[in-house]
């Protein structure tokens, strides 16, 4: 496991929080298979079916947010979207790189080092105050 959904932090409108725990759930699933794939227990396919799963994942979750956004004119929606975008470039990258070397500490690395803080702070800071401005609309 690499994040605990206890632990992740809640937002205002239970729409993302829902998002939030899919993409945590998507996310652990990767990291314990590429855990097995160091140890020989998972196969190249299992590791680059779950990192499609888990781009996937955050491609939806990024567009969801992105589409209230846009449709309740938020005040700092160029600024999140900027962020959702430099990520998911990250993360693009990331998969390239594992077609290429199929190396499973870089993903390990990336995700432990790089996501995880991303997410955290992202989620206390611009998801916070996004669906702060939301819930005002759509509660
Ligand atoms: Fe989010
Ligand atoms: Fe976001």
Redesign the pocket.
Same mark, same amino acid.
Request: no cysteine; aromatic share 12%.
């Given at each position: 496991m690499l994040i605990d959904k206890e632990k992740f932090p809640k937002v205002a409108l239970p729409e #993302?929080n829902e998002i939030h725990d899919t993409e945590i759930d998507v996310l652990n699933n990767l990291y314990d298979t590429l855990k097995k794939y160091e140890k020989g227990e998972a196969s190249e396919d299992d590791v680059t079916k779950l990192l499609d799963e888990f781009i996937k994942d955050v491609r939806e &979750?990024?567009k969801f *947010?992105?589409g209230l956004m846009e449709e309740y004119n938020f005040f700092a929606y160029p600024m &999140?979207r900027g *962020? &959702?975008d430099r990520v998911l470039m990250e993360i693009l990258e990331l998969k390239k790189e594992w077609e290429r070397k199929k190396d499973a500490k870089l993903l390990i690395d990336y995700l432990e080092n790089h996501f995880v803080p991303w997410i955290i702070n &992202?989620?206390q800071t #611009?998801?916070t105050v996004?669906a702060m401005y939301l819930s005002n609309f759509l509660k």
């Amino acid at each position: 496991m690499l994040i605990d959904k206890e632990k992740f932090p809640k937002v205002a409108l239970p729409e #993302m929080n829902e998002i939030h725990d899919t993409e945590i759930d998507v996310l652990n699933n990767l990291y314990d298979t590429l855990k097995k794939y160091e140890k020989g227990e998972a196969s190249e396919d299992d590791v680059t079916k779950l990192l499609d799963e888990f781009i996937k994942d955050v491609r939806e &979750h990024f567009k969801f *947010e992105q589409g209230l956004m846009e449709e309740y004119n938020f005040f700092a929606y160029p600024m &999140h979207r900027g *962020e &959702h975008d430099r990520v998911l470039m990250e993360i693009l990258e990331l998969k390239k790189e594992w077609e290429r070397k199929k190396d499973a500490k870089l993903l390990i690395d990336y995700l432990e080092n790089h996501f995880v803080p991303w997410i955290i702070n &992202h989620v206390q800071t #611009m998801d916070t105050v996004t669906a702060m401005y939301l819930s005002n609309f759509l509660k």
